[in-house]
């Protein structure tokens, strides 16, 4: 049996219904990824009883799933993981009767019944995650590069060869290969959230963000069993366990004033978007991608003396709102993503 390479990995995700029960992937369940972090971890129990000086027994204990999917951020095919941590979808709205299609995605209160079936192909094999959950989102970028999009997941268990093989990975096809987003394509815009609408005044040049949000979810033991001699314990679904947080930074290469350490002594909150735009789907529709902010707290500003030029790095609480600010008539949520590209169905449906 030959050995695998990275280069030889396939990826391939699907929306599931039963908690603990894999679904097979199939046409367009297929992405690119980068390296992962998801591993399948149990500590073992040592029969640690008297009367013994070598330990001669050890009992297989809880399984714990857990790890960072990262991607590149593409316009297209990701759909299903980023509203399977924003929690609220729908079907999106055909653009001029074209292959465009305009998408929002807000953010549940929960994500109860939001899981998916996770499968690797490893070459000679398929390791699967039944359920994986997304608990985490972080989208971040820099000048000069592409944007990144890394899902932190929690999962139930990791079976090899079960309900998607190498012989059912034959059907699974890519949804995308191309259309990452560019840092360069996006568009940064602030102003105070009692301001106007956002216009080009309103542009800022940072050069990097950070956008982390995390669901504080935790799945408890006693439902679910890998069964046979030596059965171990599995989650079930992961559910709310605290309040989420929300956090976003960004990075100014020049640090010229005292206005934001202004604005952090008064505590003047602020509203935003990023909008970045892609390449051109049909007729005058492009490829987008928009994440707006209705309510920011600024938490830091963290100026610090440097031998060449000094940079402004920023850091917001990004909070609910009340109300929806102006110009983001229906935004109250921490943040809305939304924007335009091929996919014609709901991603949760």
Same mark, same amino acid.
């Not at 990791?158 to 079960?162: A, E, K, N, P, Q």
């Not at 840092?183 to 102003?191: E, S």
């Not at 679904?237 to 952090?264: A, I, M, S, Y």
């Given at each position: 049996m030959s050995s695998v390479a990275g280069s030889e990995l396939k990826f391939a995700i699907k929306k599931a219904t039963a908690w603990g029960t894999a679904v097979a992937c199939g046409a367009l369940n297929g992405f690119l990824a980068l390296a992962t972090g998801i591993?399948?971890?149990?500590?073992?129990d040592i029969d640690d009883s008297l009367g013994q000086f070598w330990a001669k027994d050890g009992t297989p204990g809880a399984v714990k799933v857990e790890g960072d999917l990262p991607v590149y951020l593409r316009y297209d095919g990701?759909?299903? #993981?980023?509203?399977? !941590?924003?929690? *609220?979808?729908?079907?999106?709205?055909?653009?001029?009767? $074209?292959?465009?299609?305009?998408?929002?995605?807000?953010?549940?209160?929960?994500?109860?019944?939001?899981?998916? *079936? !996770?499968?690797?192909?490893?070459?000679?094999?398929?390791? %699967?995650?039944p359920s994986l959950k997304i608990a985490g989102l972080t989208i971040k970028g820099e000048q000069g590069k592409p944007l990144q999009l890394i899902a932190k997941t929690i999962g139930d268990n990791?079976?090899?060869?079960?309900t998607n093989d190498a012989t059912s990975f034959n059907n699974v096809t890519l949804a995308e290969v191309s259309n990452?987003?560019?840092?360069?394509?996006?568009?940064?815009?602030?102003?105070?959230q009692g301001g106007a609408a956002l216009d080009v005044d309103d542009q800022i040049g940072p050069s990097s963000f950070e956008l982390t949000a995390m669901r504080k979810l935790t799945g408890t033991y006693g439902s679910f069993v890998t069964g046979g001699a030596n059965s171990q314990?599995?989650?079930? %679904?992961?559910?709310?366990?605290? #309040?989420?947080?929300?956090?976003?930074? #960004?990075? !100014?290469?020049?640090? $010229?004033?005292? $206005?934001? #350490? $202004?604005?952090?002594g008064s505590d003047t909150r602020k509203k935003a978007d990023i909008t970045f735009t892609g390449a051109l789907i049909a007729a005058t529709y492009y490829r987008t991608f928009k994440i707006e902010f209705p309510h920011l707290q600024l938490k830091s500003v963290d100026v610090v003396d440097e031998?060449?030029?000094?940079? %402004?790095?920023v850091e917001f609480l990004v909070h609910a709102a009340s109300s929806a600010p102006t110009g983001m008539t229906g935004i109250t949520k921490p943040f809305r993503i939304s924007g335009i590209n091929q996919l014609a169905t709901d991603p949760l449906a």
């Open positions: 591993k399948r971890d149990a500590d073992v990701l759909d299903l #993981l980023i509203a399977l !941590f924003m929690g *609220t979808a729908g079907s999106p709205a055909q653009q001029g009767g $074209t292959a465009a299609y305009a998408y929002v995605y807000d953010l549940a209160d929960n994500t109860d019944g939001l899981f998916a *079936t !996770f499968a690797k192909h490893m070459k000679n094999y398929v390791a %699967e995650v990791v079976l090899y060869d079960g990452r987003v560019q840092f360069a394509q996006g568009v940064f815009r602030m102003n105070d314990d599995l989650i079930d %679904e992961p559910v709310n366990d605290g #309040l989420p947080e929300v956090t976003l930074k #960004l990075q !100014f290469p020049k640090h $010229t004033g005292v $206005t934001r #350490l $202004t604005d952090l031998v060449g030029i000094i940079k %402004e790095p």
